[in-house]
């Protein structure tokens, strides 16, 4: 990964604007651009730039605003620059949020953008993160009345749940032994003593 980018304000606020406004050519020309005039080596990626792109005012990024507004195009080419990036990195810029909490899968699901919910969902964005109000992304698409993007929600959690079921606590209780009966039977006759006294 290469050192911190730093980028001038106007760099920050044309990316942002050109995933708001879903400009996927001029966006993918810009960091191309900041890429070539970095001095820094090794050079900087389109993911350390994206990442670097931070509304200082509001902490919005690129991909906020790309999912605030439904543009599945601006997300998928934002997401293919974090390829080859370290999966941490890929994790922060993912699960970043803005002043209030929200990450770009809150306002995806505010915003009834079905599409993009599920592409940032299929990438490993955190669909268990609370805002500072303390909504997750699907009571955000609930108050909005955005019935699909909820249901797509609880029919996440169901599958997790099921494969959970199946797999996390089956295996868990395939380990745990009772003790023999007459030990049980002890336990709760001690139990009904302590009641009687």
């Known amino acids: 990964m290469a050192p911190p980018t730093h980028l001038s304000e106007e760099e920050i606020d044309d990316?942002?604007?050109l995933a708001r406004v879903g400009e996927k050519d001029e966006l993918s020309t810009l960091i191309s651009e900041i890429?070539?005039?970095s001095t820094s080596e090794p050079k900087p990626t389109g993911a350390d730039i994206l990442a670097a792109a931070v509304d200082e005012s509001n902490k919005n990024t690129s991909l906020h605003m790309a999912s605030a507004n439904g543009h599945v195009e601006i997300i998928e080419y934002i997401l293919s620059q974090f390829t080859s990036a370290p999966k941490e990195q890929k994790q922060a810029f993912?699960?970043?949020t803005n002043e209030f909490g929200n990450t770009g899968l809150h306002w995806a699901a505010l915003n009834g953008h079905l599409p993009v919910v599920k592409l940032l969902?299929?990438?490993?964005?955190?669909v268990a993160l609370a805002?500072?109000?303390n909504y997750i992304p699907l009571d955000l698409a609930s108050f909005?009345?955005?019935i699909d993007v909820v249901d797509y929600f609880l029919k996440e959690v169901r599958e997790m749940e099921a494969k959970n079921g199946e797999e996390?606590?089956?295996?868990a209780m395939g380990d745990v032994k009772m003790d023999d009966e007459e030990e049980a039977n002890e336990g709760s006759s001690k139990g009904k003593e302590k009641e009687s006294s």
């Open 15 to 17: 990316l942002i604007y």
């Open 131 to 133: 805002n500072d109000k």
């Open 168 to 171: 996390g606590l089956g295996e």
């Open 35 to 37: 890429i070539e005039r």
């Open 121 to 126: 969902v299929d990438n490993g964005a955190s």
């Open 144 to 146: 909005g009345e955005k």
């Open 94 to 96: 993912l699960d970043a």
